[in-house]
Structure formats: structure tokens, C-alpha cells
């Protein structure tokens, strides 16, 4: 049920950006999401992408700090109050979403949103008894 | 004017010979009161009756901040605990201070020193002396605190920051006497600028300015923006605080070392051979009157020379020139010592694998300011900007519990910090001094 993400550290400075991506795009990594959370001095980069192991090793190996997170990718109804129906249901169950973004294809008719949680796993349960698709990493890769 | 006359300008016979009586005491009562100095000089093969001349301090061993160290916090007092009335602390090499202690009568001595300080620099009994050294464990506020008295002016016991009441003060109270450091001179000067303040229009006649090292260039540009005369002074807690050495304020020219309670020697900092007058190498120091904390040839780091020209004040104490540097790595910034060991210590309790870490020193508008740049490794690294945050928040609060100053704290890339030859390059010092 879990997704694996990456996240790399950048510091706020020009070219940053393009340089991780570059590295990707040259390792064959292909970006299927991410969020970029900036401070005035420093930046996270986060990521899904179709190979893990192979994006962290080529950040890595260019001296990138890179973490590994796990989040949870989640089917919305693509209609208004799709979104809030789901985090009222996180929200009456006291789980905090630490960040969520976007991504950028659809399931189907539904658009998928990625979620940072505290405590993974009580979300996914609560979740799930509420009837909400989650969508399983090795799908998430390839959509 | 002279505060001491008899004292200050001595023929140089007489004050040798004073210096050598007082000398032979010091190490005598050392050998047998602290059992550093007995083992210290026994393993050197030195007794104190070898001291027969002031040319035999030389065989004497020297003392380093690492011994004051090893006997943290009271292993170098030479009287017992009920003999001690103050006690003062300044930033060691690590976590912990280097700690000294003073006598009732060492703090009659302090006072007097600090009164022939103020004198030199131009303070009468009719003074009012704005101080603004910090009060505390730093010997700097309490050190003039006591010379002033001593001397009979009034003192302001305003100690450091909230720079526009200060201001406020100096406009109300008229005080004659600024003492503070260098560029707390430069910040109030701009910040009464700010208030529309204009320090023509204070009654300032000359200022005491020291616990940090500056420039020629900075005097004229106190002696401009605050319209007196600027004097350095010179001191260290481990020897005495201030008042150890003070620019006469008709040459300012060197600061006269108080010779009649210190000896002061020149040594090559490799070889810790002596050197001539007029060379230049690191300053060591003898105290020879004080009781609580006495030091055989202490080496202070600082860099300077000495010189025995006689001076047109009329003193005959020899003058040590303004400290031009250090023989170690220790920053000094807004009057306190840091040493990058230090911020080493607070990084690695904090982390298992201590990161890679540089200090960059500033000076932004005239105050000394530290950043603390820390590479994020996976250790510490988090996907969350709050987790980060709280990273850099940490470091600083444990450094300022640590050092009672205040940095800024910078999280920056893997390998962006500069190495040379493997080895990181720990501090670049950007100031202008």
C-alpha cells in the first residue's frame, strides 16, 4: 500500500533544480511526481519515480544528500470536493498530513494525490474502512 | 597624567629589582602550593632557588590554556577556597571555561591596575565613565567597574546591549569616558546616528577600547564618527582581565605592559626561544603579585613585540605593540573567545557522526557575525521542512547555551564546504579589521 518516495536537499540557490533533473533525465530516471518545499536558504526536493534505486544511487554518486520516505498515493473523485471529503475523513480521525502533491496522470477518472503522514499506517487503515482507493506502489510507478 | 607615578615610571633598575624579589616569591609560593607547578617544575629540573636573576625565568616551564584545562575548575588556585572572594570565567578551547580566581587583595591590585588604565586613556576623578563591557563571569565590566571607583569617577554601570537606551544615557547623563569594545563604539555611533543623536553634541573626551582585535584605520574612524580619542587596552582573565597593558593617551603608541605586576617575554611560538625587544613572535606572561591565580609564563597566543624606547607620557614601562594575531585558531567575536573546537563539541553531542561544518565570520554593520554552515549528510537530513528547521533552530540555541553568542545557522549541500588537502577548512574570517 505504501509508495516509496525520494526527497534530495538543495540548497536556494540558481540551478539547483535543473542540475537534479538533468542527472535523472541523463540516468533514464523517469519523474512521475514531485513537490519542491523551499525555506529562504534551503529547498526539499520530492519524488516518485519509475526506479528508485537508480535515482538515489545517481544523485548519490553526484553528491546530492538524498532520503527515502514512504507515503501513500490516493485516488480523489476528479470533482469538486473530492479533496475535502477525504481530509475531513483525516482530519475527524486526528491524522495530520504532513504535506501532499499532486500527480500529474490520472487512475482512470481519478486524479491521484500523494500523502505525507505522521503515522502511516493509521491513515491507510482509516482510509481504507472509509472506502478510499489506495493505490499500490508498483502501480504508482508506472502510471 | 599618571595614576601611579612612583610605580609607572620607575628607573629601569629599580623596577628589575622589584621584579625579580616579587618574582622569586611567586614561584617559590607556587612550588609549594600547587601541585602543578611543583610537578610542572620538578619534571623541567628547575627549583625555585634557581631563580637567581630575571634572566633565569627562562628556565622556567611554560604554562598553556591545556594545563588550565586539566585542572578545571580550582586545581591552579594557590589559596585555599575561603581566601578567594571573586571568581571569573572566559570561553576554554572546549565545553568547559577556563575559570580564575582573585583574592580581597588581588582585587585591590585589579582595581588599581584598571585606575591607571583609566588614567592613561584620560579619565580624572571628575569623570563619568559610560561602561559598556558586558557584567558578568567576563572580567571586562567588572574590571573597569572597580578602576573607576578606584579612580573616584562615576561609573555607568550600563553593561552591553539595548544600544538606544544606551544612547539615550550618553545624551542625558553626559559621560565623559566611553569603555566598551571597538565595534560596539561603531554601533552606537550609528545607531545615535539613527536617533538623530550627534556625538559632537555628547560630552565625550576619549574612549578605552579593547577584548577584540582592531586597526589603526578603525581608531580614525572611531576618533571621527565619535569625535574623542580612542586607546587600546590590553588583558586576558587567565593573567588578570583588563588592565594587564593600555595605550597612553598623549602617544598612543603600544600599550604600556603594568610591568611591576606582570613580566611580560617575547618567544618564538615553534621553538619557545625568547626574542628580542622589537621582534615579533607570541606574548607570555608572569604574574608576579597575584595570589589566588598566579601563571609562570603563560602563553597567551597573541601575537606582538615589545619595545623599551622611553615614551613622551614619562612612563618607563615597557610597551607591547597592538595584537596583530594568533598562534591558534581562536575567533573572537563581539568580545568573546570561540574556538572552532567548540562548535566541533555542540555538533558532535548533537549528531553521532559529527557533519562537516564551517564558520564564516562578518562583519555587518559593525557587529561580528557568525554563521554556522553545516552540511546536511543522510543523517540528519528529513524529507519534512519542519524537521530541518528544528535542526538549525537546535544548533543554534545549544551553541548560544554553549558560548553566549548568537550565529546563524545554515544548512548547505554535501562537499560544498572548501577542502584542502583532505581537510576541511573550518574558518574564513571576512572582517575588515
Redesign the interface.
Known amino acids: 500500500m505504501k509508495v516509496e518516495q525520494i526527497s534530495v536537499f538543495l540548497e536556494n540557490k540558481a540551478g539547483r533544480l535543473a542540475e537534479v533533473t538533468r542527472i535523472l533525465g541523463e540516468g533514464g530516471v523517469n519523474i512521475r511526481a514531485l513537490s519542491l518545499a523551499d525555506t529562504s536558504d534551503f529547498g526539499i526536493l520530492r519524488l516518485i519515480v519509475n526506479d528508485n534505486e537508480k535515482a538515489k544511487k545517481i544523485l548519490k554518486d553526484n553528491g546530492f544528500t538524498v532520503g527515502k520516505t514512504n507515503v501513500v498515493a490516493i485516488e480523489v473523485e476528479d470533482k469538486p470536493g473530492g479533496l475535502a471529503k477525504i481530509l475531513d475523513t483525516l482530519y475527524r480521525a486526528g491524522i495530520n498530513v504532513e504535506y501532499m502533491y499532486a500527480f500529474v496522470q490520472q487512475s482512470g477518472e481519478n486524479a491521484v494525490i500523494i500523502f505525507r503522514f505522521d503515522n502511516l499506517d493509521e491513515a491507510i487503515r482509516v482510509l481504507q474502512e472509509n472506502g478510499v482507493t489506495v493505490i499500490n506502489g508498483s502501480k504508482v510507478y508506472t502510471l | 597624567m599618571i595614576y601611579n607615578e612612583e610605580f609607572e615610571t620607575l628607573p629601569r633598575e629599580a623596577l628589575e629589582a622589584i621584579q625579580l624579589r616579587r618574582l622569586k616569591n611567586t614561584v617559590e609560593r607556587v612550588y609549594h602550593t600547587v601541585p602543578f607547578y611543583k610537578k610542572h617544575f620538578d619534571e623541567h629540573g628547575v627549583k625555585p632557588d634557581d631563580i637567581k636573576s630575571l634572566e633565569d625565568l627562562h628556565r622556567l616551564p611554560f604554562t598553556t590554556k591545556q594545563d588550565l584545562r586539566d585542572n578545571y575548575p580550582f586545581g591552579l588556585f594557590a589559596v585555599p577556597m575561603d581566601s578567594v572572594v571573586r571568581i571569573h570565567a572566559s570561553s576554554g578551547t572546549t565545553g568547559k571555561p577556563t575559570v580564575v580566581g582573585y583574592t580581597a587583595r588581588d582585587i585591590k591590585t585589579w582595581s588599581e591596575l584598571m585606575a591607571r588604565t583609566l588614567m592613561a586613556g584620560g579619565a580624572t576623578k571628575g569623570d563619568i565613565i559610560h561602561n559598556a563591557y558586558g557584567y558578568g563571569l567576563f572580567t571586562g565590566g567588572l574590571g573597569f567597574h572597580y578602576g573607576a571607583e578606584t579612580l573616584g569617577a562615576s561609573v555607568i554601570p550600563i553593561s552591553g546591549g539595548n544600544t538606544k537606551r544606551q544612547v539615550m544615557i550618553m545624551k542625558d547623563f553626559g559621560p565623559t569616558i566611553l569603555t566598551c569594545t571597538p565595534s560596539y563604539a561603531l554601533l552606537l555611533a550609528e545607531v545615535a546616528e539613527e536617533m538623530g543623536v550627534d556625538f559632537k553634541s555628547l560630552k565625550f573626551k576619549s574612549g578605552i577600547f579593547g577584548a577584540e582585535p582592531w586597526s589603526e584605520q578603525m581608531r580614525q574612524e572611531i576618533e571621527r564618527k565619535l569625535n574623542l580619542d580612542a586607546v587600546d587596552i590590553y588583558g586576558l582573565s587567565e593573567v588578570m582581565g583588563p588592565g594587564v597593558a593600555v595605550e597612553c593617551i598623549e602617544a598612543k603608541n603600544g600599550l604600556h605592559i603594568f610591568e611591576d605586576h606582570f613580566i611580560a617575554e617575547i618567544i618564538d611560538p615553534d621553538t619557545g626561544e625568547p626574542l628580542p625587544y622589537g621582534e615579533k613572535g607570541e606574548l607570555v606572561f608572569t604574574t608576579i603579585t597575584k595570589e589566588a591565580f598566579p601563571v609562570i609564563r603563560y602563553r597567551t597566543r597573541d601575537i606582538s613585540a615589545l619595545h623599551r624606547e622611553p615614551c613622551k607620557c614619562g612612563r618607563t614601562l615597557v610597551r607591547m605593540e597592538r595584537v596583530s594575531g594568533r598562534t591558534d585558531d581562536m575567533l573572537i567575536i563581539r568580545g568573546v573567545n570561540v574556538f572552532p573546537s567548540q562548535i566541533e563539541s555542540v555538533l558532535m553531542e548533537m549528531e553521532e557522526v559529527a557533519p562537516h561544518y564551517q564558520l564564516i565570520v562578518d562583519r555587518v554593520e559593525h557587529m561580528d557575525q557568525l554563521t554556522v554552515m553545516v552540511e ?3 543523517k540528519i ?6 524537521n ?2 528544528e535542526l538549525e533552530t537546535k544548533i543554534r540555541r545549544n551553541i548560544k547555551d554553549m558560548l553566549g553568542i548568537s550565529t546563524i545557522v ?7 564546504i572548501e577542502r584542502s588537502q583532505g581537510k576541511a577548512r573550518r574558518v574564513i574570517d571576512n572582517r575588515k579589521i
Open positions: 546536511v549528510n543522510e537530513f528529513s524529507d519534512t521542512v519542519r530541518l528547521q545554515k544548512l548547505v549541500e554535501p562537499k560544498t
